[in-house]
């Protein structure tokens, strides 16, 4: 379950980083002449979309973690269940 997580984590992660590596098209050409405010906005974007990016993979970072410390109780949950189907079947 934790590793269909961390691919949907790591799918947002890739199509953050297509985006960004798609060459950048003006809309139309009087758009490209002088025009600041569109480059503003756009390194604005280029900027939240770093940031998302830093925080999906402090997210990513943390739950991988916490996977891992959750994967040993599961496993002990899982061996403590066989082991009362054992002495179930003992006494039946």
Same mark, same amino acid.
């Given at each position: ?17 297509? $985006?960004?590596? &798609? %060459?950048?098209? %003006? =809309?139309?050409?009087?758009? /490209?002449?002088?025009?600041? /405010?569109? $480059?503003?906005?756009?390194? &604005?974007?280029? =900027?939240?979309?770093? /940031?998302?990016?830093? !925080? &999906?993979?402090? !997210?990513?970072? $943390?739950?991988?973690? &916490? ?14 269940? $066989? ?8 006494? /039946?």
């Amino acid at each position: 379950m934790a590793d269909g997580y961390a691919v949907k984590e790591l799918l947002k992660i890739a199509n953050l980083l297509h $985006q960004a590596a &798609k %060459p950048y098209k %003006p =809309r139309d050409a009087s758009a /490209t002449v002088g025009d600041g /405010t569109d $480059q503003l906005a756009t390194i &604005k974007l280029v =900027r939240a979309m770093v /940031t998302n990016l830093t !925080e &999906k993979g402090a !997210e990513l970072y $943390q739950c991988l973690a &916490k996977e891992e410390n959750l994967r040993v109780i599961v496993l002990c949950v899982i061996y403590r269940l $066989q082991d009362i189907k054992s002495y179930q079947s003992l006494l /039946t």
